[in-house]
Every structure is written in C-alpha cells, then in structure tokens.
C-alpha cells in the first residue's frame, strides 16, 4: 500500500468537490481522507500504486460540473499505513491562494425536483443542491462552511441533516441545503403575514394584472413587470425616468426565447449553462414582446430564470396565467447599488413598485446580473458579475505580494491582485452617488478579507477629483495612480495573458491625461512597465463641461467652430442640421473664445456622440453611450440593406469616398497642438468635414453612419501601420468602452489582421472601464514586483 499527498487548486470550494472525491475514493478502493484547506483542497489516498493514479486522474478528468481545477499537487509520502476508511474531515483553515466559487444557477435535476409533487422540496423556493445554489452572495469568510454563510442561521432539520451527512444524496455536503422545514421563507415586504404560498401568489397575481413588483433574489432585488404589456413597461419606464435604455428580460424557457430571437452557434449553451447570464440576442420581426423594452434596439438582453424563486413566478398552482417573459431589471435608483435588504428596498423602490417581495436570507455581498454580448462565436462581455465574479485571471508572470486596483468612476468593479490571481469583484456601479460609494467600500472589506488579502498598495484612476481616488486614499495605503486608457488595454493584456509589449488602441468616452488634457482616443506602446503615447485622434476643443458627455450637440458644435472658425457659417449650419436652438449659440461660442468650460480633448466617445448629432440620429443622450448605440444600428441597417455582413468588409473596397482622405497622419484643426503631442494624429477632423458636406448634400445618413465607421476603422489601421514603422511591434490591443461596437471592433480587427497583425480582444473582461481595475492591479502588482 502507498500513501499519497494532493493539494488541488482552483474553483473546488462549494462545487461539491470533497463529496465526488470521496465517492471516487470508494469506486477505487482507496483509504485516507480530504479536506478543505481554503486556498486548496488536501487529499491523503492510500491504496495501491496503480489504484492511485487512476483515483488521481479521475478526479483531473471528470472534476464536478461546476469545478474547475488550475493545478493538482501531488507527492508520494514515505509514512506507514495509517487509513482503515475515507472520510471527509473538518475544514481547517490555511493561508495561501483562494478560489471564491461564484452564485451557480439551479440545476436541472433541482428544477425537476422543485415541480415534483412527490418530493419533500416541492414549490420550495430555495432548494440547492452540491452542484447548484449561492455561493459568493451568502459567503462570510472561507472555508466555504455551512456555519461561515448566512445559511448558519438556519439549522438543518434531520431529513436534511441526513442528505447533508450521507454521502449517497445529490445534497452530501451541499452548504446551503434547506427545505420547507428548515429553509429561509419569502414574504411581502410591509405585510410580513403574508408569507410563502401565498406570497408567490400575489406576486403572481400583481405581475399578470400589469402591476410592477420588487423581487429580492440571489444578489440582490429585480424590478419585475410583464414584457408583453406595453403600459406596465412604460409605467415602469415613466417612474425610472428611463426613457429608452434597454430592460432585461427573463424568460420562461428556451421555446419562449426562440420565438422572440436569433440564435447563434454557442448561445444557447450559454443561456442554459450554470452561469445563466444576460445575454444580448437579435430579435425576430413579429415578436410579442413590448417594443418599449429596448425602444429601437435590433438586441433584446435576455437571460433564463436562475434561482428558484424565479422559476415559481412563471409556474406555480395557483391558476394564475402568467406571461413567458417577464422584465428582471436591477432594483436600483439611477446612479444607486443594487438593493439587497428590506431596509434599502423600502427606501429606494418603493416608489417604483405595487408590491415588494423579499426573503429572510441575508446577502453578504450584492452581485448583479452579467451582462454579455457575442462576437466572432464567443462571449464579448459588458458587465461580469453573477457566475463569474470573483473568478481569477491568472498570469504566467512570477508576481508576489497583493494589491488592490480600485477601478473605474463609471461601471465601477475593483480588483484583488494577489501573487499571479487577479480576481475581478461583482459589479459595484458609478460612483456619483454616495450610497455606491459606500457599497465599494462594503465590498473591497468583504472581498478583501474572504480572500484573506492585505494589499500593499492601492492602484486607481489619475484624475485627482475622482470618488474612486478619494476612497483609495481613505485605505492608508501606498497609492499608485494608473493613467486610465493605460488600464484598458493592461486589461486587455491580462487577460489575454500577454507580458510583452503593444501597440494599444484605447478608445473610449473620456479620461484623464498625463498632460491634464481629455484622452479617449489613444495609440499607445504599452507593456507592464508603462506606456508611451504615440498618436491620438485630431483634438477638439469640448465645451459645456459634464453636459458634453449627454449632449451630443454641444460637440459637434464645438467641433463645427473649430472647423470654421465663423459663427455665422456655424449658425447657418446649427439650424440646418437642427443641432439646437440659436440662443443656445452664444454660450457655446463664448466658452470656445475664451476657453471657459473648454477643455483640449481627444475623446472617440465624445466623436461619435458628435456625429450621430450630424447625421440626425441623437443630439443627446439619455443614458451613456446612447448617441454611439443608435450610429452604430444605423451603420448596421445600412449594411443589411447592402446585404453586406461585417466580416466580409474591405475597407479600402467598401468605402471609395473616403480613398482620397489622408486618415492617419494630419493635424488641420486650429487648435494648438500640445507640447507633448506625439507625431501619428488621427484625421479624424477630416473625417468628420467629409462626413459634414456628404450630409448637407443629402448623402442617406445610415449610409454616412456606415462611412463614419468604416473612416474610423482605417484611420486606427493606418496609425497602427505607422506605430509598427515606428517601434517594430506586430501586436496590437483594442479596449475601450468605444470597442463595445460590434461593427467598429470588426472593421478593425479584419484589417489589422489583413496587415500582418496580431489582434488581442477581450472576451470575459469587459472592454469598458468596468474591465479597468484589472489593468490597475496588474501596473501595481508589477510596480511592486520590480
């Protein structure tokens, strides 16, 4: 007999990884024992040599569904027979690297149990299993233990107490076990007697009547009204004061997704994985869903119910018809977190509902649902959080030591860096608000202390009025400032896990730069050390402060002044384009004469924003990226009424207009150019005065949309062209809230490729500044390191 020691690292914690290791150890005849260490899971087998192994290679080759293992550790141990059975063993704390499971969605084998009259956990709505259930949200410190969860305060009755010790039950060591008997309860908020059954039921009743209802889920609380009823959409619409951001959607099932929407190769695995994120689908002509859930929009986010309480609102026993589809939007205030107790609930969305139904399980740490698109076969994520927070990155790079990146003033999530695992938090929101404020630092104490981290240093945005900046500082730790478009394509390289240096495009909405001037459309070398600004796109000057980020018009007339240089001609032109009002005109022109409210920026966001009020499609915006959104569908229409797809795109074929325009190195605007201006500007000024005379002459303007982008798309190939001539790099990475654009990030990635580049993207790490604390941990982690 031999005695072997394991260590195996990864996602082993609450994905019942000690129960399928000690049902292997009975399937091999194997002797010992495995335990949860925290940053591993220790295994001791004994048994014969051969026995071993093929006990040791089942569990790497047929690992629990939702496990995921990064490394197996093993050593032969020159100890005496010392086993005479296998046994699951306490869980005994250690110190080292740790894997945070994220919230799974319920299984299938749950499901089925959950509408099984004959079982015991019939209609119960918190039924889990070893395989499924929360995870993160319900965590208090690791390891991940019955008693270090909110679960503890609900002990077991003994029908559970018997699957959760028996390891022949699908709930054999499953934390969060519950059942009718022993389970949390859900209830109405304000009328607290009105509980389980029946609470589902007026639920259900006030959705199918048209009423809007708060709905406390696994993270956190969801908006909930009837997708198909076009007045409680609206309604809902009316008291968010949100006119036209796109709602998500939870539906039934698949049948009720396939009739509202285009597939892809791959979704529907996504859709109906463990992970169940929202996931941006391409609606069929004659739906039955609400126009007002995306107004304009050719995408719908759609996700499939997750949790069990989600499940019962679509069926339940009540003889009440309910719709397939149903809105589940985040329970939040513009600009506040997501709502996770009833305290919150009450004063933030009461509000906004006829109804607020809640449970008594507590949630540790809010997690949002993800937000992900698809592009070239695989995820394009917008916002990861649920089922993949905080699941690490982790680097081939030989770091030691732990940092915090902070992140974004947008989209914000921060980032726990430690040694080679970068773990991206759950989506936290923006900080304009102070309650979001102080959900970041709720979050960076849980986080940081579940995965038992002491930074030594706090990595956040340059821009010294920042609430992230001002948070960071509160933290008493060494502060390093990251230049923000430097983060982006950082992210970008992290996780693509590339060391070596790049030519970066980093297009965005705005961000502070090194020459206290507004970046957002940068060519930059860049590798983990630093970066060196190489071009930017024509700078303008931007006027009207914060309002510009909304009001799309203010820069395109600044841009038109600026051009021109002649209030008259820009007048002329203000009212021909119906820009804005003429007594608007006055401010703006002051503010650009004496450069008050006027700042030099090279901002790609507040580009498209300006041309989208150009062409007529947005002068101003409701949400952010609104104005680029609706230039981008418009580009898009143009091409499907070409019938020309994307991928198929030349741009030195496609757009002939535009051959005769030098795109990548001509500086012709009048402003002055920066003392630290590099040498490869972008012409995108000429982009935009060719965009200009192609409108007034009655060009289509979905047709201009299009020439806009494919303009854009050779302007950055062109100026990647010069930085490789410059700097010999053949790699190029693209980040960005700007490459969020599925026509744009295809334009020039098609054609980089066709010039012998190679293309680094993002896929699980957005590429908008809710991806940027990765970028911030990774500079501290390697300022630190060298």
């Not at 609706?630 to 020309?644: D, I």
Request: hydrophobic share 40%; glycine share 8%.
């Amino acid at each position: 007999m031999s005695l072997f020691h394991s260590k195996v690292y990864g996602i082993v914690q609450g994905v019942g990884f000690r129960p399928f290791v000690d049902r292997l150890a009975a399937r091999f005849h194997i002797l010992g024992s495995v335990c949860n260490k925290g940053p591993y899971v220790e295994i001791f087998a004994q048994g014969s040599e051969e026995a071993v192994h093929a006990f040791l290679a089942a569990i790497e080759s047929e690992p629990p569904e939702r496990a995921t293992i990064l490394k197996l550790d093993t050593e032969r141990l020159d100890a005496p027979e010392t086993y005479t059975g296998f046994a699951i063993i306490e869980s005994a704390k250690e110190r080292g690297d740790i894997f945070v499971s994220p919230d799974i969605a319920t299984c299938d084998k749950c499901r089925a149990e959950l509408f099984d009259p004959n079982d015991r956990r019939y209609l119960h709505p918190f039924i889990n299993c070893t395989a499924c259930g929360p995870r993160l949200t319900i965590l208090d410190s690791m390891p991940y233990d019955r008693e270090r969860t909110s679960m503890g305060e609900f002990p077991l009755c003994p029908a559970c107490e018997k699957e959760y010790t028996s390891p022949a039950t699908r709930r054999y060591d499953a934390q969060p076990v519950c059942c009718n008997d022993c389970g949390p309860e859900v209830y109405i908020i304000g009328n607290e007697d009105c509980r389980g059954a029946a609470a589902i039921t007026r639920t259900r009743q006030t959705i199918a009547a048209g009423g809007i209802v708060a709905i406390k889920g696994i993270g956190g609380f969801h908006l909930c009204c009837d997708a198909q009823n076009d007045a409680a959409v609206n309604r809902l619409r009316t008291l968010k004061h949100r006119p036209v951001k796109p709602f998500a959607i939870m539906m039934r099932d698949m049948a009720a997704i396939r009739r509202e929407c285009h597939l892809e190769d791959g979704q529907e695995e996504m859709l109906t994985g463990h992970q169940k994120p929202i996931l941006l689908l391409k609606r069929r002509a004659g739906g039955q869903l609400s126009d007002s859930v995306a107004p304009g929009n050719p995408k719908v986010g759609v996700m499939l119910p997750y949790a069990p309480v989600q499940m019962l609102l679509f069926d339940y026993p009540d003889g009440i018809t309910m719709p397939d589809a149903l809105i589940m939007t985040s329970g939040n205030p513009a600009g506040a977190p997501i709502c996770r107790d009833d305290a919150g609930a009450r004063e933030a969305l009461s509000g906004f509902t006829d109804l607020m139904l809640s449970h008594n399980r507590k949630i540790r740490i809010r997690a949002d649902d993800t937000v992900m698109d698809w592009l070239d076969g695989k995820p394009y994520m917008i916002r990861r959080s649920r089922g993949f927070a905080p699941l690490p990155f982790m680097l081939k790079n030989d770091f030691h030591g732990q940092v915090l990146g902070i992140g974004g003033e947008l989209k914000n999530t921060f980032c726990v860096g430690s040694n080679n695992l970068f773990y991206p938090s759950p989506y936290v929101g923006d900080m304009s608000d102070l309650r979001t404020m102080q959900a970041l630092r709720e979050t960076i104490g849980r986080l940081t202390e579940l995965l038992e981290a002491q930074p030594a240093a706090v990595a956040c945005d340059m821009h010294p009025r920042y609430n992230t900046t001002a948070i960071a500082q509160e933290l008493g730790l060494p502060l390093f400032p990251v230049q923000h478009h430097y983060a982006h394509i950082l992210s970008c390289m992290a996780e693509n896990d590339c060391d070596e240096p790049v030519i970066g495009v980093s297009f965005d909405g705005t961000g502070y730069g090194i020459d206290s001037t507004i970046w957002g459309g940068e060519i930059l070398r860049a590798d983990y050390a630093g970066f060196t600004r190489l071009g930017h796109i024509a700078p303008f000057l931007q006027t009207g402060g914060d309002k510009a980020a909304t009001e799309g018009w203010r820069v395109a007339i600044a841009m038109l002044y600026g051009l021109y240089n002649d209030k008259e001609k820009v007048t002329a032109l203000a009212n021909t384009l119906h820009l804005c009002a003429a007594k608007d005109l006055p401010a703006q022109f002051f503010m650009a004469d004496n450069k008050v409210n006027a700042i030099r920026s090279t901002s790609a966001g507040r580009l498209f924003d300006a041309v989208s009020a150009l062409l007529g499609i947005r002068t101003a915006s409701t949400f952010e990226g609104e104005a680029s959104m609706y230039l981008e569908f418009a580009a898009e229409s143009y091409l499907t009424a070409q019938g020309l797809p994307p991928q198929a795109i030349e741009l030195d074929k496609s757009a002939p207009d535009l051959r005769r325009l030098d795109l990548s190195n001509a500086d012709k605007s009048n402003l002055a150019p920066s003392t630290a201006d590099p040498s490869i500007i972008l012409a995108t000024d000429e982009l935009f005065r060719h965009i200009l005379a192609e409108r007034l002459a009655g060009t289509d303007p979905q047709k201009l949309a299009f020439l806009f982008h494919a303009g854009l798309a050779a302007c950055i190939t062109a100026a990647c062209d010069k930085a490789r001539e410059h700097t010999g790099l053949t790699t190029c990475a693209l980040s960005g809230g700007v490459f969020q654009n599925h026509l744009l990030v295809t334009l020039v990635s098609n054609a980089l490729k066709a010039k012998g580049f190679r293309v680094l993207r993002h896929s699980l790490i957005p590429p908008n500044d809710g991806g940027i604390c990765l970028g911030q941990a990774v500079a501290a982690m390697y300022h630190i390191n060298h």
